[in-house]
């Protein structure tokens, strides 16, 4: 039986957030196993050299990076290109911020446990490095649709782009959520 | 004028969602850094209550039951 053409319509914001949530928790299931990954190897010792307060700096940042997603996306959705791109480019200068912390954070790691002795450095390194090339492709995601093209279908009042996108920043956060606890508060 | 409102009232609620975060966020550093041994059941925890709050009202899972909200 035919499906009628407005209800495909009608469905197809559903069937692409369902789609985008699959794609989400695959993905997820990655960040699972390497998290387990660092108790299965380690089990929660932890080396005293981890700079705590920078951990919970870049977190704060990615927090933060979350709140200013959610509201390019909210003026998106309300037709508001202003507020959108601004936010947005204040979502990508945090996100930036988070990386350089992640760079200060390898540079100390390198140093007290390098990944190539050490069981944690190993766990470390791969899990860090895991999450900041999603944080770089969410970045790419992030400037793409800023590009003109998408504000044509955003004044149309076709946000699903951006909804997509932001949707995956906030999927890095909720991974840097797990993340943080487990490599730099664990004992 | 309405929509406007509606929109004003969501910019609003990520405010207290990001504070509701950053206060999870510093109980699990004081935890954490607090409890040098047998710290992570409590911090297992405190990563799904933080969590929790960016999937409902930032990823909106919600919308997966109920597409119109």
Do not use: C
């Amino acid at each position: 039986m035919a499906i009628p053409q407005d209800r495909h319509v009608e469905d197809r914001p559903a069937i692409n957030r369902l789609g985008l949530w699959l794609f989400i928790l695959s993905d997820g299931f990655l960040f699972v196993v390497l998290l387990t990954t660092r108790f299965y190897m380690q089990g929660v010792q932890r080396p005293a050299e981890v700079n705590q307060p920078l951990g919970l700096a870049i977190s704060i940042v990615l927090l933060l990076s979350s709140l200013f997603a959610y509201r390019g996306e909210t003026a998106a959705a309300y037709g508001d290109v202003k507020r959108f791109r601004r936010n947005i480019l204040v979502t990508i200068g945090l996100g930036a911020l988070f990386l350089a912390g992640v760079v200060i954070e390898w540079a100390e790691g390198f140093h007290f446990f390098p990944p190539q002795s050490t069981a944690y450095g190993t766990v470390f390194f791969t899990l860090t490095g895991f999450h900041a090339f999603h944080v770089v492709t969410g970045l790419l995601a992030l400037v793409i649709i800023l590009l003109p093209g998408q504000q044509k279908r955003l004044q149309s009042g076709n946000h699903w782009g951006v909804e997509a996108m932001v949707k995956y920043w906030h999927f890095v956060d909720v991974a840097w959520v797990f993340i943080f606890p487990t490599l730099y508060l664990v004992s | 004028m309405a929509r406007k409102g509606d929109l004003q009232r969501k910019l609003r609620l990520g405010y207290v969602v990001f504070g509701v975060l950053m206060v999870i966020e510093i109980v699990e550093y004081v935890v954490g850094t607090g409890l040098r041994s047998g710290n992570w059941p409590y911090l297992g925890i405190l990563a799904i209550v933080g969590a929790w709050p960016i999937l409902r009202y930032f990823m909106h899972i919600q919308q997966l039951r109920k597409p119109k909200e």
